[in-house]
C-alpha cells in the first residue's frame, strides 16, 4: 500500500535511447509532479499537473514529456538521452491546499 | 520571487547534542514553510510544516522549527541528536497555491558523531 510508487527503482541505459519513467498514486490528490534531483542532491521542480491539466512546464528541454493518463499517474518519458540526463527523478503529489507533497521513492538514471 | 538559503552544506553534531539547521527564506507574502528529510536512497519525507498560526511548529522524530518573521528564518532544531538523523535536510518555501510551487533549498547533510 505504498503511497506514491515509481518504476524502475534503476534505470542505465545509453546516449541516445528512449526510455519513460512509470508514477503512480493511492492518495486520491489531485496534483502530481516530477522533480530533477542532481548529483549535488540539488532538488528543481520540472513539470507538475492538476487533475491531467499540465501547470508547471519548467525550462525543461522538450526532449521531456509528461504524460498523464488519470490523475492518479504521470509518466515521464525522455527522447533522445544525454549524459546530463543522468539524476534522480522523483515523483510526488500532493493536494494543493497547502501544498505539502509527498515524494516517491525516486528513480535513478544513468545515461552512458 | 521567493527563495530559499540553507546555511552550510554539511552540519556535524555528536550524538545527544543539540541539531540546528538554519534555513532563511526570501518571500514579499507571508510564506508557507517546510522541512524534508531524505534518508540515503529514499524519497523526501515531510518533516514539518509552518502555513499559519503558532509559530513554533513541531513535527516528526523530535523536530522543531520556530517561523520568524523579522529574522525571515525558519531554523530547524532537534534537542538531542541521534545516530538515525544521519541524512539530508531540505528547507522549502511556497507562497503560492495557484501553481503548487515549492522551492527548495540546496540541502544540509547532517552528520551524527558518535
Known amino acids: 500500500d505504498t503511497a506514491v510508487s515509481q518504476t524502475p527503482k534503476y534505470l542505465v541505459t545509453q546516449m541516445g535511447n528512449d526510455k519513460s519513467i512509470k508514477c503512480e498514486q493511492n492518495?486520491?490528490?489531485?496534483?502530481m509532479y516530477w522533480y530533477k534531483q542532481d548529483s549535488k542532491k540539488f532538488l528543481k521542480i520540472m513539470f507538475s499537473?492538476?487533475?491531467?491539466?499540465?501547470?508547471i512546464n519548467e525550462t525543461v528541454p522538450n526532449r521531456f514529456s509528461p504524460k498523464s493518463p488519470d490523475k492518479a499517474h504521470l509518466n515521464l518519458h525522455i527522447n533522445s538521452l544525454e549524459l546530463g540526463d543522468s539524476a534522480v527523478y522523483f515523483c510526488?503529489?500532493?493536494?494543493?491546499?497547502?501544498?505539502?507533497?509527498?515524494f516517491g521513492p525516486g528513480t535513478r538514471l544513468t545515461v552512458t | 520571487a521567493q527563495s530559499v538559503t540553507q546555511l552550510g552544506s554539511h552540519v556535524s553534531v555528536s550524538e545527544g547534542a543539540l541539531v540546528l539547521l538554519r534555513c532563511n527564506y526570501s518571500s514579499s507574502v507571508p510564506p508557507y514553510l517546510f522541512w524534508y528529510v531524505q534518508y540515503p536512497n529514499q524519497g523526501l519525507q515531510l518533516l514539518l510544516k509552518?502555513?499559519?498560526?503558532?509559530?513554533l511548529v513541531k513535527g516528526i522524530n523530535g523536530f522543531e522549527a520556530e517561523f520568524k518573521k523579522s529574522e525571515t528564518s525558519f531554523h530547524l532544531t532537534k534537542p538531542s541528536a541521534h545516530m538515525s538523523d544521519a541524512a539530508e535536510y531540505f528547507c522549502?518555501?511556497?507562497?503560492?497555491?495557484?501553481?503548487?510551487?515549492?522551492?527548495f533549498g540546496k540541502g544540509t547533510r547532517l552528520h551524527i558523531l558518535p
Open positions: 499537473y492538476n487533475n491531467k491539466e499540465l501547470i
Open positions: 522549502a518555501v511556497s507562497v503560492s497555491n495557484r501553481d503548487d510551487k515549492i522551492i
Open positions: 509552518y502555513t499559519t498560526g503558532a509559530t
Open positions: 492518495l486520491g490528490h489531485d496534483t
Open positions: 510526488a503529489s500532493g493536494t494543493g491546499a497547502i501544498l505539502e507533497q509527498y
